[in-house]
């Protein structure tokens, strides 16, 4: 493999084109400017530090925080129960059934939003964080689904078999045999959708009422050009954040799977 | 082994929509017994081990484990162990762990079950390898970690599906030895399903053969292999050469039959079996007949054939000698003996018998 | 499970296996109900509405409940929602094909130049789609706008003397910012298809005389080409929708109907259901059409 291919050329480049966008955020982080725009003009910290007094941020991130924590829980329930029904159980209705649950996969976000919008609206309730943990759980739960999966997909029937034959009951062979083995994946689940819904705008937008989340906040705060670089900190904060805790639920997510014996050349999905 | 039953399978049947993996099997196993279920895939083997061990529950018909009716109790409340095909080692916990998994129910006191773990895996020898994790030790140190895990449980009945398939073969000779000598020391009565038939008459005291669903046969090696009752058993255990006979007389114990090839004999019949119609499949074991050939002839009857292939097996030789009058060439085994010449492609050799060698086939 | 003692007949016997049957069935769909039950919920019974919504008028603040085409008849007629909906339909085409074009060979590379690496690659392409949309959508923003990244550097460089316009706050933008964000996502259909694929069929097609690009054209493009139909429409369903990449790249010519969705108080909400719903229907019926045409080249390939 060490011949310079043109179609390992090509793969760098997209790379590249993947990534390079998304570096402008820290760069222009720390430009010694207000204008975002070039030419740069010296590093500087104090967008960053302006972060820690800005009250209506941190507002805004402890909101996120309480909504992706919330939503991260539920989704991964529900995202046990769900893969574990459907990997191992066959059952009448299956495959619509599945279809359903994964749809939020496909659709587009506003068609989610808005319905759930107006339902909830139609229904009396106000919107708050409650009705964007709601809409985010929704969405995330495809993810958990498909993480969760692979895990008990690769999990070795005979091992619960083995258990019984052993002379325990199926909530003890739950308990010692089935949950450790699968940890790993649902720790993967749990950091996948808690960044999901700590990214997550759209349904946010729609759905919140008086208090926003992190994202929301950072739409509102796209309009004032000169509050601009207190906001590419933040964005080069979040996408760090990110990062790490997808880095760290892939490591997760491969130790589940080598747990359950099964190999590691896959993705998520 | 005495002569208690302990375990009676009283006509089960076990269907699955329309196709029948259990035909009414019926058999009863005595305890202390190395009890072998041999047939080809898809014979039922397993699915009547698992019923066993309370995996699956029979369509109909009873399942008694020591007196005690099992269909309906589920796995984990039987007095059976089972060692899987894959062992099913818990990859999470160490061998020591594994071994200890089924202990906890039992509530000993750290000592005892230190104690019971210890000998445990000296038994199997795996003592020193305690803190290993499955993906740390070999195939067949897994298969012996396995054979702990149940053992520790003091099972009334060990079952064992097909545990020495995923082995090599040197390991598996080793293992079957070890094994036999296992069930012996510790006096369980084993279960153990196989494929492969050497592996059934070296280890077991007695061999179920099945096909399709049901027992074609029941009994000890010696005599399935010797006077095997049907062409189906007769096929698949060793080898065999299958001549057709016309009956010329039949009474209680004999059953005089003219072999296409090599003449009139009287033979052995099993007892209680009866061969109406004019003609029967004889069957004859390569090593039943020998080959005559560089020396005096010593035998009761001789026909003469032509070598058309030698197979060489190290310690014996395979060879098809064409017969006249027949239209497959007859095989037939001879050690290699000091002093004995190999024969060639070609030579004409004289193939020596006795009714003995002949196994009338239902 | 009930004791079965002595001997039971046949059908008494299926009966048995009948209810061991239904208890699996039944214990499958108690463990997905809550999860079965929550997506039913909140999102066939909100769509349902939405749709019922589109049959009904505005009255002020309350809903006239009878129902009705008007909304139907404006969301087709209003030029401006034509306009906008063929805009987003053809962007979404757009941005589907580059992006699917772009993908295959990237797929390609990782499935069969990439030997014990590919769990690393595939990570790493696809950890950008899940941090956040919007400021992936806002680094676009700053690259291509008047004083962005392009112009600034075009201008050091000498090589133009004025910043281009054109580049931000058009349909260009918008298809470039939107190509980008669903590139991973393109990527991941193809890779499993192109993974399915028997290495042993290339190698009895080189046996049989086949060079490197007779053998991709006839044997791994169709095999693969369940993956790209995939990926076509994992982009081309939620694109058509989009809010935030028109909303803030897009400026007054790069709109796409979703803009126009609006459910704030003094909004008329059947109106926006209508075009919802609308959306979704030509969104599923060109999909549809998609994917016939897709099967009907891939059954020439037989």
Known sequence: MAKIRPLGIYAFLYLAFLYVPVLFLPIFSFNDSAIVAFPLKGITTQWYANLWSDDAMQGALWNSLKVAVASSLVATVLGICGARALTRYRFPGKAGIAALIMLPLVLPEIIIAISLLVVLLQLGFSLSLFSVTLGHILMSVPFSIAVLSSSFEGFDRSLEEASLDLGEGPAATFFRVTLPIVAPGILSSLLITFTISLDEFIVAFFLSGTEPTLPIYIWSQLRFTAKLPNVLALGSLLLLASFLLLSVAEVMRRRAVRRAGAGTSGGFL | MNDRIIIEIDRVTRKFGSFTALDEVSVQIREGEFFSLLGPSGCGKTTLLRQLAGFDDPTSGAIRIDGQAMVGVPANRRPTNMVFQNYAIFPHLTVEQNVAYGLRRLRLDGQERERRVKEALVRVDMAHLGARRSNEISGGQRQRVALARALIMRPKVLLLDEPLSALDKKLREQMQVELRHLQRAVGITFILVTHDQEEALTMSDRIAVMFGGRIAQCDRPENIYQQPRSRAVAEFIGGMNFLDAAILSESEDVIEVDVAGFGRAEVRKPAGAYFNGSGLTIGARPERMTLVYDEEAGHNRVVAGTVVEASYYGDMTYYAIAIESLDRPVVVSMRNTIGRRSLAAGEKVQVGWSPESLVPLV | MAAVTDSYTVTAGGRLRARLARSEAARG??????????????????????????????????????????????????????????????????????????????????????????????????????????????????????????????????????????????????????????????????????????????????????????????????????????????????????????????????????NMVQFGKANNWPLGAALAVSTMVVVTAASLMFVVLAKQLTARFR
């Open chain 3, 29 to 258: 769909l108690a463990l997905v109900s809550p999860t079965f039950l929550y997506a039913l919920l909140l999102l066939l019974a909100p769509i349902l509405v939405i749709v019922a919504f589109s049959f009904w008028t505005q009255d002020y603040l309350d809903i006239d409940r009878t129902a009705t085409l008007a909304n139907y008849r404006e969301a087709w007629t209003d030029p401006l929602y034509r306009i906008l909906m063929f805009r987003s339909l053809g962007v979404s085409a757009l941005v589907t094909l580059i992006t699917v074009l772009l993908a295959y060979p990237m797929a390609y590379y990782l499935s069969f130049h990439l030997g014990q690496r590919k769990a690393l690659w595939l990570f790493l392409i696809t950890i950008p789609f899940w941090t956040s949309y919007l400021l992936r959508v806002f680094a676009w923003k700053i690259i291509l706008g008047y004083n962005g990244a392009i112009n600034a550097s075009l201008m050091e460089l000498g090589l133009i003397a004025q910043p281009m316009e054109f580049l931000l706050y058009n349909v260009n933008s918008v298809v470039i910012t939107l190509a980008h964000a669903w590139a991973p996502f393109a990527i991941l259909p193809i890779f499993v298809s192109l993974e399915k694929i028997d290495r042993s069929l290339l190698e009895a097609a080189t046996d049989l005389g086949d060079g490197p690009i007779r053998r991709f054209l006839r044997i791994t493009l169709p095999l693969s080409l369940p993956g790209v139909v995939a990926a076509a429409l994992i982009v081309f369903i939620p694109t058509v929708g989009d809010y935030v990449t028109p909303r803030l790249v897009g400026g007054k010519d790069g709109l796409m109907i979703a």
